[in-house]
């Protein structure tokens, strides 16, 4: 490796490092004082990130990259707009640093409280999405973290536009410039050197495809904060109002294919099936959705291709849908847990007791009762942003806003005591 790309890595991960140790120690208003500037800064500089990515999305259209991804890769006027409303929102929310999570006394009359503070530096590693750019700068400035991001190639124009920008709002702030850093070397070779920065980097968040988290897992040293895809179910039971459920599927299809809370199979108790089963289908059908159907189904719809045992485990992030028939609760509770990610499902039931069933037995982070998977999101959540959607067990679960990039101290308070 040359050494200017080296130095690169190196430069500003240790800038991130020390920055860290600053911005841990600013009030809440600095914090929010900074995140409005950058809010207007991208507002101003919205024709500058735009034709940035247009560089990005014209060579991405040259090399192949599916609607899919191009469609996460756009950027327009609307989109920079509401990413800085996110930053607004978030400067709008009470800060979490310094919270009190417990305090007790102990018999031989110490004090313990236990308080939340900042992680230290953060390792953002995602896709073709820019908007993560500025989801995750917000919410780490906001929980008095540095951020080190390293997106991907094909948005490289558009996040150094961005960074750019927030860079130079923080100038107008009291935060560290050196807060927010890019790593513009996006080879291969230093994304493994990346994952490796132990005393320098404190948590890796991998955002994207499954390839790239699992990338990350293998590959790193330093702890991994997982993130994971999305084969996300909506199961349609007996007694679904017909209207209501065909309504949720849509939406959780179409409403945006390319995000990984979108459905990828939809589920369908047999009975249910035979009344409003045709229904579904074209309704499906009409809004350009290709569905793949369940054998069980495959002689009324001659024209479907069968879905295969592939198709139950793919994250199609397409307006392309999976149709699994089943004979019960139990048997979609057991085709979830087997292909699901472990994201979002639904059940769309007037049954109660099938509610709570669905609950204690589906192995997800997100469960939904009579409503679309699309609101496993950050700001649908009233966390402001989201830095990912964790499907892990361990720290945090679900949409991580920012308790989630919150670490906690102890503080013990005595007056002389000694052990014995």
């Not at 600013?26 to 990130?49: Q, Y």
């Not at 997100?366 to 679309?372: D, I």
């Amino acid at each position: 490796m040359n050494d200017t790309k080296d130095n690169e890595l190196i430069y500003k991960a240790r800038s991130a490092h020390e920055a860290s140790q600053i911005i841990a120690a600013k009030s809440t208003e600095e914090k929010n004082d900074a995140l409005n500037h950058i809010a207007v800064s991208l507002r101003m500089h919205a024709a500058e990130i735009i034709a940035a990515n247009q560089q990005d999305m014209a060579q991405a259209q040259q090399n192949g990259m599916t609607n899919s991804l191009l469609d996460r890769l756009m950027l327009n006027s609307d989109r920079i707009d509401a990413m800085a409303h996110a930053l607004e929102h978030l400067a709008d929310l009470p800060d979490p640093i310094g919270d009190e999570l417990e305090n007790w006394d102990r018999p031989n009359g110490l004090n313990i409280k236990k308080i939340r503070v900042p992680i230290g530096v953060i390792g953002m590693v995602y896709e073709a999405r820019p908007n993560v750019t500025v989801d995750a700068a917000g919410l780490c400035l906001k929980t008095g973290n540095s951020v080190y991001l390293r997106g991907s190639a094909s948005a490289l124009n558009t996040n150094k536009a961005i960074v750019a920008v927030i860079r130079e709002a923080l100038k107008t702030s009291t935060l560290p410039v050196d807060s927010v850093q890019l790593l513009e070397d996006t080879r291969h070779e230093t994304a493994d050197q990346f994952f490796r920065l132990n005393g320098l980097i404190d948590v890796l968040i991998p955002r994207g495809s499954s390839r790239l988290i699992q990338t990350v897992i293998k590959q790193a040293s330093i702890p991994v904060l997982e993130t994971g895809a999305g084969n996300c179910h909506v199961f349609i039971d007996e007694t679904a109002k017909p209207e209501m459920a065909i309504s949720i599927v849509l939406n959780a299809k179409t409403q945006r294919p390319s995000v990984c809370n979108t459905i990828e199979t939809v589920i369908v108790h047999q009975k249910w099936f035979e009344k409003f089963g045709p229904d579904l289908i074209d309704a499906l059908q009409t809004a350009n959705v290709s569905c793949r159907i369940d054998p069980v189904i495959a002689g009324q719809f001659p024209a479907l291709k069968i879905a295969t045992e592939d198709d139950w485990a793919t994250e199609y992030l397409d307006k392309i849908i999976a149709v699994k028939i089943v004979a019960s609760l139990d048997e979609a509770i057991a085709h979830i847990n087997k292909y699901g990610t472990k994201h979002s499902e639904s059940i769309i039931t007037e049954n109660t007791d099938h509610v709570s069933t669905f609950f204690k037995f589906v192995d997800a982070s997100t469960l939904y009762h009579n409503a679309s998977t699309r609101f496993t999101d950050g700001e649908e959540f009233g966390f402001g942003a989201e830095i990912g959607i964790s499907t892990q067990k361990l720290h945090a679960r679900g949409p991580m806003g920012l308790n989630a990039l919150t670490s906690i101290k102890y503080l013990i308070e005595g007056n002389g005591q000694i052990r014995n």
